[in-house]
């Protein structure tokens, strides 16, 4: 093992500019289900980076809490009034952690390669920086009011792309001595001014930032058909008892009897839960929340459904549709159908339509046709990144 260099990430998200018709910033408008912040936040987490750190825009915290819910990561930064200046406060901010190296990032570049990370690090074991460059492909020309101008020599040009990866102290020197006035395109550019010499590695595609409402439309495109449907199934049982409330579908419905168990023993939430686990792969609800554990007594099952959920966004899927029956011959499901729905299709954060509940009785045959208890199936279908 060599020196492990201590890495963080600086992830720049103040921007105001928004998508196309919209009022949201555009690092908080969605993509696949997920912000384009949180995509790019993400990567970087499974990545070789040790800390991943926002700098956000003033009044913006509910929005980058909102769209990093379920992340581990410390606050963000608060930005300035101009993209450097944000640079700067993060690296302010971060100046007495000792840090080595930081990749700056900008937001609106949701897709990252793991791959250009590792040859940005490599490059900068013999740079001061390094950053992502791909060729200019179209022809190069001065456009007037006038018409074409004259050509310019593409060869010698090149598209430089984010993150942008920096010995630590030379970039924050760097920005020191800029102050706020050089205006620099890019962190690049303020190391260069300051004399640090900037090696470059091949960019990606997949890197392209985010600018008009065609680079989301084809971002989406490009995400779905990456994506393998999954299914999962799930089935439950409780015992109905005297003296237990009765909670069904995550509400509580009025019965003289309720559901027996270590949770809230919501058997149809359970059976829910167990079908999107089935779908990743990750295990069953026994698994995640063992009924050993003190924690989960009594605890509502909205919890474990959440937390699968949140497994599969994690995984960079989303949920396309869950199906579920509930089996009892009391009490009538119909009348709380439209309720559970809607308070199912809330927990999963998907639409209504998404989302079935169906309910069946078993002709007072066996433990459900005799009132001993309730049992639950449900499929569920979600689309998953395709394993690599
Ligand atoms: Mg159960």
């Known amino acids: 093992m060599g020196l492990r260099h201590k890495t963080v990430a600086l992830i720049v998200a103040a921007g105001s500019g928004t998508r196309a018709g919209g009022e949201l910033p555009k690092q908080y408008a969605r993509v696949a289900g997920k912000t384009v912040l949180a995509h790019a936040i993400d990567h970087l987490l499974h990545s070789a980076i040790d800390e991943v750190r926002a700098v956000i825009g003033p009044g913006q915290n509910a929005l980058y809490q909102e769209a990093v819910a379920g992340r581990e990561l410390p606050p963000p930064f608060m930005g300035g009034e101009t993209r ?10 971060l100046s007495d952690a000792g840090w080595e190296r930081v990749l700056i990032h900008d937001a609106a570049r949701p897709f990252l390669p793991s791959s250009v990370i590792d040859r940005l690090l490599q490059a900068l074991e013999e740079s001061d920086g390094a950053v992502p460059v791909l060729p200019v492909v179209d022809s190069l020309a001065a456009v007037t009011s006038e018409g074409l101008g004259d050509a310019t020599d593409r060869d010698r040009l090149g598209r430089v792309q984010t993150p942008q990866a920096f010995n630590f102290d030379a970039i924050l020197e760097a920005h020191r001595r800029s102050g706020a006035e050089v205006g620099a395109s890019d962190d690049a550019q303020v190391a260069r001014a300051a004399g640090y010499k900037v090696a470059t590695v091949s960019g990606d595609m997949m890197l392209e930032k985010l600018t008009f409402s065609e680079d989301f439309a084809r971002a989406e495109q490009r995400l779905s058909g990456s994506l393998v ?8 049982v409780h015992a109905l008892a005297d003296g237990e409330e009765l909670w069904l579908g995550g509400l509580l419905i009025p019965h003289h ?20 686990l089935g779908a990743v792969g990750a295990g069953d609800i026994g698994t995640h929340f063992p009924p050993t554990d003190p924690r989960w007594r009594g605890a509502p099952s909205s919890r474990f459904l959440e937390f699968a959920r949140d497994l599969i966004e994690g995984h960079g899927g989303r949920i396309d549709h869950v199906d579920l029956t509930i089996i009892c011959e009391a009490p009538k499901i119909g009348p709380h159908r439209a309720a559970m729905r809607d308070r199912i299709a809330a927990l999963l954060q998907v639409p209504i339509s998404r989302v079935s509940v169906k309910a069946t009785t078993t002709e007072r045959l066996g433990f459900t046709g005799r009132g001993e208890g309730i049992a639950a199936q449900a499929a569920a279908t979600i689309r998953m990144p395709e394993d690599r």
């Open 84 to 93: 450097q200046q944000s640079v700067r406060n993060g690296l302010e901010a």
């Open 229 to 236: 449907t999954r299914t999962g199934l799930g089935f439950d």
């Open 257 to 276: 009897r309720g559901l027996k168990g270590h949770s809230d023993a919501d058997v149809a939430l359970h059976a829910l839960t167990d079908a999107l």
